[in-house]
């Protein structure tokens, strides 16, 4: 494709038929609205492309665009036809369907699309996924799509999304996540991995304070601390409770022997 520089007020180009098999030379052609260039005698494996170039010079005038029948498998060369409105890609080879949604999603003024004869059309709910990435389409593979259908579809597209957002990761930290909880859920937490990873990290960022012992920070849970001061005081119970048996002995006994030593004498 040369010879197309001085074309500066070309609008419309029909190609189809030939043997292009890259699209090239319209880099001047900026008030281009239609382009059909589809059905090309390509080798044998082999698809058409198109010049970077060329896209960059079509792409504030292009409204209309044929490429049928030459071995497409990606509709990533038409990302930049801003001002696009028709596309015919049928019977190529489209069959990653993420991949097609993605490219179309940048079609913003795209209002009729024909797929037919692609590996595509093949998958469950195509045409719901197809037309949930497209603004203003109201006529895909040659049936008509109405606004409501369209926001009907757009709107389910988002609740779907929604529902498939990554629950939340809780991290080891759990002093920080516990600080948004209720205060009956917060003085339950206890997990002695946590607690540690919270120490160390404390005592890396203050090398020069004593180590930090879990027990002994605020908001969390002293159960273990309880019970070891519950068996504690328990012991000085029963140590004071003996001692003062003890006590009570021994004053006994004593008493016993100032009545003996009083009596003795005068028996």
């Known amino acids: 494709m040369y010879s197309f520089e001085e074309f500066h007020n070309l609008r419309k180009l029909y190609l189809g038929y030939n043997c292009i098999s890259v699209v090239e030379g319209l880099e001047n052609c900026s008030k281009l609205e239609v382009l059909h260039i589809q059905n090309q005698r390509l080798p044998p494996g082999g698809m058409m492309y198109f010049d970077p170039r ?12 044929n490429v049928a029948g030459n071995n497409l498998i990606v509709l990533t060369d038409f990302v930049g036809l801003n001002k696009l409105e028709k596309l015919d ?9 993420s991949q097609i ?41 040659g049936k008509t ?26 991290s080891k930290d759990i002093k920080s996540l516990a600080e948004h909880l209720p205060p009956g859920i917060r003085n339950s937490i206890t ?64 008493e016993n022997r100032i009545d003996y030593v009083t009596k003795a004498p005068s028996e």
């Open 54 to 65: 060329c896209v960059t010079g079509i792409q504030i005038c292009l409204k209309d665009l």
């Open 89 to 97: 890609a049928t019977d190529n080879k489209l069959e990653n369907l």
């Open 101 to 141: 949604r993605d490219d179309l999603s940048e079609l913003s003024r795209l209002r009729s699309l024909d797929l037919r004869g692609n590996p595509i059309t093949k998958e469950i709910r195509y045409r719901e996924k197809i037309v949930a990435v497209l603004q203003c389409v109201d006529d895909l593979d």
């Open 145 to 170: 799509v109405t606004d409501m259908n369209r926001i009907f579809i757009q709107n389910l597209e988002k609740c779907k999304k929604a529902e498939k957002k990554p629950a939340i990761e809780f």
């Open 191 to 254: 997990e002695p991995e946590a607690k540690k990873g919270i120490a160390s990290r404390i005592n890396v960022m203050l090398p020069n304070t004593p180590p930090v012992q879990m027990d002994m920070m605020p908001g969390f849970p002293k159960r273990k601390m309880l019970k070891k001061q519950s068996s504690s005081s328990q012991q000085k119970d029963s140590l004071s409770k003996v001692s003062s048996k003890s006590n009570m002995s021994k004053s006994s006994e004593e």
